[in-house]
C-alpha cells in the first residue's frame, strides 16, 4: 500500500486544487439555486398581483403603465374635471359614489403595487431568466444532475414567456 508524504508539493497542490475546484462549483450551484428560487417568487408574486388588480397585463398593444395616485382628494379631482362640475370637490358622497370610491381606489392601490413589482420585477427577470438558462445549460455540459438542469430550464423559460407575452419591459417606461 502506497502513502503519501504529508509534506509533499504535488500531493498538496492536488488538494488545493480540489478544494478551489469544489468551491467554485458550490459557488455556481449556490448562484443557480439563488436565480431559480429569486425567478419563482418574482413571477408568482407579479402573477398574483395581476389577479388582484382585475386586469390582464398589458399586452404588445396595450398603453404603457401609469401611476395613478390613490386618494379620496385625487379620486374627487379626477371626477370633477371628467364631469366638469366643480362641486365634485366639497360635496358629501352618496352611499353608491362613496362605494364606487372605494372600489376605484383599492384596484388603483393594486395596480399601483404591480406597477412597483414590475418596476423593479421586470427588469430581474428579464436579466436573470437568460442567465439562468445559460447556467443550466453549463450545468447540461459539465454533466451535473440532468433532472435539475431541466427544471432550471423550464422555470427560465416559464419566466422569459411571461416577460414576453405580458410585456414586462413596458413597466420599465423606456
Known amino acids: 500500500m502506497e502513502t503519501s508524504d504529508p509534506l509533499d508539493y504535488m500531493t498538496a497542490k492536488k488538494n488545493r486544487a480540489a478544494i478551489s475546484n469544489y468551491s467554485t462549483s458550490l459557488v455556481f450551484e449556490c448562484w443557480c439555486g439563488i436565480l431559480f428560487l429569486s425567478l419563482i417568487i418574482v413571477v408568482t408574486l407579479v402573477e398574483i398581483t395581476n389577479v388582484r388588480a382585475g386586469s390582464p397585463l398589458p399586452n404588445k398593444d396595450s398603453e404603457p403603465w401609469r401611476y395613478q395616485p390613490a386618494s379620496e382628494r385625487g379620486w374627487r379631482l379626477e371626477k370633477a374635471s371628467n364631469t366638469d362640475d366643480p362641486t365634485w370637490n366639497t360635496r358629501v358622497l352618496l352611499r353608491g359614489e362613496k362605494a364606487d370610491m372605494d372600489r376605484d381606489l383599492r384596484m388603483r392601490g393594486t395596480r399601483n403595487t404591480r406597477i412597483a413589482i414590475l418596476q423593479y ?44 407575452w405580458h410585456n414586462y419591459y413596458s413597466a420599465l417606461n423606456i
Open 121 to 164: 420585477g421586470s427588469l430581474f427577470t428579464l436579466l436573470a431568466a437568460p442567465i439562468l438558462l445559460f447556467f443550466s445549460l453549463i450545468r447540461i455540459m459539465r454533466k451535473r444532475q440532468y433532472a435539475l438542469s431541466l427544471v432550471y430550464i423550464f422555470i427560465a423559460a416559464i419566466a422569459i414567456s411571461f416577460a414576453y
